[in-house]
């Protein structure tokens, strides 16, 4: 069974351009979730797809951020225009049922100079 | 405000000997605990769970406790093996936050487990 899987794996923009992050979750699974490792701290939540429904978009940084989950399939994740402090490494992680520990794909991390 | 703590940025175990990871959290409401593993340049993986009902939880040689009065939870690893050295996450989650699959996350301790 193919895990969750996230594109680009590395991403370098300037500031001011615009970057698409891309989530493919585990078949099966309604509920995607997005999180984001800033500098080597905690990972945070930024939000939570059930279907093609944002559930929980309570930990987006600010409207330069825009996620959508298309058919409830896969899943994206815009920065525009991107900033310094977007820097970090962007999880994706999927689930069938809400409790057990969602499954993380391997990140992208995202640079921006 | 942290809410999840992990006080301890890295430990370093010997092969064979007990690894210990410790875990701090603030809202008495969490009561879903999570340990994650995580290796360099991979999503992290999840490695076990207690709920608050319980104070320990075993599967193999990971073994996770749960001091509910505390609000500590701790990771033993027995014995440590060297594919073990990782960084390992701690995340607590309950209703009251938005679901137990939206976890709060400690920043991370990186074990090292040498020969």
């Known amino acids: 069974e193919a895990g969750v899987t996230q594109f680009p794996s590395h991403s370098v923009i300037e500031k001011g351009q615009t970057v698409t992050l891309r989530c493919d979750p585990i078949s099966g699974h309604d509920n995607l979730y997005w999180y984001r490792r800033v500098m080597g701290k905690e990972i945070k939540f930024l939000l939570h797809?059930?279907?093609?429904?944002?559930?929980?978009e309570s930990g987006m940084p600010n409207n330069r951020f825009l996620a959508e989950r298309t058919g409830g399939t896969y899943s994206t994740l815009k920065v525009q225009p991107a900033e310094l402090e977007d820097s970090g490494v962007y999880f994706c992680?999927?689930?069938?049922?809400?409790?057990?520990?969602?499954?993380f794909g391997q990140g992208t991390r995202l640079t921006v100079v | 405000d942290q809410q999840v703590k992990q006080n301890s940025p890295s430990l370093s175990v010997q092969e064979g000997r007990i690894s210990i990871l410790n875990c701090d959290y603030t809202n008495s409401m969490f009561d879903y605990f999570l340990w994650y593993k995580k290796y360099p340049a991979e999503g992290p993986t999840f490695l076990i769970s207690?709920?608050?009902?319980?104070d320990k939880n075993e599967d193999g040689r990971f073994t996770v406790f749960l001091n509910k009065s505390a609000k500590h939870l701790s990771l033993h690893i027995v014995p440590s093996q060297p594919g073990d050295s990782a960084v390992y996450f701690c995340a607590a989650s309950g209703r009251f936050s938005g679901g137990y699959n939206k976890l709060i996350f400690g920043a991370g301790t990186r074990l090292a487990v040498h020969p």
């Open positions: 797809f059930v279907k093609e429904s944002k559930q929980d």
């Open positions: 992680a999927s689930s069938q049922d809400l409790i057990g520990g969602p499954i």
């Open positions: 207690i709920s608050s009902i319980k």
